[in-house]
């Protein structure tokens, strides 16, 4: 079954980024497909000079460089071109409401043109998977078991279940952890982007930046020279975690967090 003819055109795009932040981070590259309600198709690839330097986390994700977008035009230089491409069109992509419409949005506004989402339909395929490819219990004991669940939310059965799912998984991959700590460390693993387990802090140029209150987006090295009482106030007011804590407190002890190699990889 193919989609019924539009009523409109609908533009999806996809979008590489200096980073995962909106007030951060730049474009450095779009694609996008335009398709008519005629079926007439176009198709679009551009990259932008940021005017930042590209965190090596981010480089580490989609591969480009600095280097790569010399001469490219920033992206307030193709900003009305791109405002036309999107005009009147409804939006796809995958998981674009989370960071792609967001960071489109902004790139907009700082180069003088108002993008919103009003009046436009939305179509998602990552929701579309989401949704029609369940990953509950019930799919998990008929993936790994090759058996229905019966009696589904009830404790007993739900319990009995995921132990047998568990001991399916350690046959089914070879290269699962077979004792406790490995398998808590493979269930629990940090995010590589995050300092701490919380994601207070972020990796940014292998330096910690705070990612949450007043100093959000400034290193913990520019804090700590420019605003210890913040850090004391983290420190003695309650409510962070032991190792958010830790950081503070080293960090006024002139030591700041360092990327392990094995972080440094990802």
Not at 49 to 75: A, M, T, Y
Not at 105 to 129: C, L, M, Q, S, W
Not at 184 to 211: L, M, T
Request: hydrophobic share 40%; aromatic share 12%; proline share 5%.
């Amino acid at each position: 079954m193919s989609l019924e003819k539009l009523k409109r055109p609908v533009v999806f795009f996809d979008l590489e980024t200096t980073g995962l932040s909106v007030e951060l981070d730049r474009i450095i590259e779009i694609a996008l497909l335009k398709i008519f309600p005629d079926e007439k198709t176009v198709r679009l690839t551009q990259r932008f000079d940021p005017g930042i330097k590209i965190p090596v986390e981010s480089v580490e994700i989609h591969g480009i460089r600095n280097s790569d977008l010399i001469g490219q035009p920033h992206f307030y230089d193709k900003a009305g071109e791109l405002f036309e491409l999107f005009a009147d069109c409804d939006l796809g992509g995958y998981a674009i409401r989370r960071m792609d419409i967001p960071m489109l949005a902004k790139e907009f506004d700082r180069a003088g043109y108002h993008f919103t989402i009003e009046g436009r339909r939305i179509v998602d395929p990552g929701n579309i998977f989401r949704q029609k490819e369940k990953r509950d219990l019930s799919a998990a004991y008929r993936f790994y078991c090759q058996k229905e669940l019966v009696g589904a939310h009830s404790a007993q059965a739900d319990i009995e279940a995921t132990y047998e799912v568990f001991l399916a998984q350690l046959k089914h991959y070879e290269d699962l952890p077979k004792n406790m700590e490995g398998l808590h460390k493979f269930c629990y693993s940090p995010d590589p982007g995050q300092v701490d387990p919380e994601g207070r802090f972020i990796w940014r140029d292998a330096q910690a930046f705070f990612n949450f209150g007043k100093h959000r987006y400034k290193s913990l090295a520019e804090v700590i020279r420019k605003d210890t009482d913040y850090l004391d106030w983290i420190i003695n007011k309650g409510g962070f975690s032991a190792e958010v804590v830790e950081i503070c407190q080293q960090a006024k002890r002139g030591i700041l967090p360092k990327k392990s190699a094995k972080d440094e990889k990802l």
